[in-house]
């Protein structure tokens, strides 16, 4: 039975290890935005009772002399550390949206919408791996929007559904 609770202390452990190095990779990734975006994962109330949570339960098993799943609940801790820290925008080499980075040659298209309630903002929607993705970014920064992505062999679409 010990050797199933090892097994999955590593297993959870070894998630969130790769939830961390995706982290580290968008904000490594991030230092490149030429244009970027207003929005990015802000903390949230759930955030900080979920690391208080993790803290805890590290505490109590340190408490108890049960070392295993320590690994485990620091690498969580540190991912939602890490995730608070990531930003989205446009670099040279592709588009970064959160954790997700996507190359020139996947996106189809994009539309540039300006935004009603902020007239300091427009919004650019962009169509690649079959999803639509969301920047919102200063309207000083249409005309550079409009050349990188023209540079890049990315078409004005009419419509991104």
Not at 123 to 131: C, P, S
């Amino acid at each position: 039975m010990e050797v199933w609770i090892f097994i999955l202390a590593f297993v959870i452990f070894l998630g969130f290890a790769i939830a961390v190095a995706v982290c580290i990779s968008a904000i490594r990734q991030q230092n490149n935005l030429v244009i970027r975006s207003r929005i990015h994962r802000k903390t949230k109330g759930v955030d900080i009772i979920f690391a208080n949570v993790g803290l805890v339960i590290f505490a109590v098993l340190l408490n108890f002399h049960y070392y295993m799943f320590i690994p485990a609940i620091l690498a969580f801790v540190l991912m939602i550390v890490l995730s608070t820290k990531v930003r989205s925008g446009i670099t040279n080499e592709g588009v970064l949206v959160g954790t997700t980075f996507i190359d020139w040659e996947f996106i189809k298209g994009y539309k540039l919408v300006d935004n009603q309630e902020d007239s300091n903002i427009v919004v650019l929607k962009i169509r690649a791996n079959r999803k639509q993705y969301v920047l919102v970014c200063n309207r000083s920064d249409r005309k550079n929007i409009n050349e990188i992505m023209k540079a890049n062999g990315v078409k004005l679409i009419e419509t991104v559904r």
